[in-house]
């Protein structure tokens, strides 16, 4: 069964087995506007929590995507090379940007749930 958490920085992750699986909330996806790039982490790619791990740009700006926590990146979705817009239409769907193996899963601890993360953002 997997489990949802978030970050502060508007960041989910859904963890299943040990693997996470990473993209941005519906209210940052709101705040950014139509995307229209997404440069995605390479598979293999080692992050530490904090990094740099995506780069969205929309038709306002382009932000930074955080590592949530530290892993190895496993997979990305390359839908959104064609299709950047996935993110806007699906962010907690299809429109997720990569998947992770955890390093340690103590990391989680310090996420939100999703009730805390929308208290944030009320």
């Known amino acids: 069964m997997s489990k949802t958490y978030f970050t502060q920085d508007h960041e989910w992750l859904r963890v299943e087995g040990g693997v996470a699986t990473v993209g941005i909330t519906d209210y940052a996806q ?3 506007g139509d995307l229209v790039f997404v440069e995605l982490p390479e598979a293999g790619k080692s992050l530490a929590k904090g990094d740099t791990a995506v780069v969205v740009e929309s038709v306002k700006a382009a932000s930074d995507v955080y590592a949530p926590v530290e892993g190895e990146v496993t997979e ?7 299709d950047p817009s996935l993110v806007n239409s699906a962010p907690q769907g299809d429109g997720w940007l990569w ?3 955890l390093a340690d899963e103590s990391q989680l601890e310090g996420l939100l749930d999703e009730k805390a993360y929308k208290e944030t953002i009320a």
């Open 99 to 101: 998947k992770m193996k």
């Open 76 to 82: 990305v979705n390359s839908e959104l090379e064609s």
């Open 30 to 32: 709101e705040q950014l």
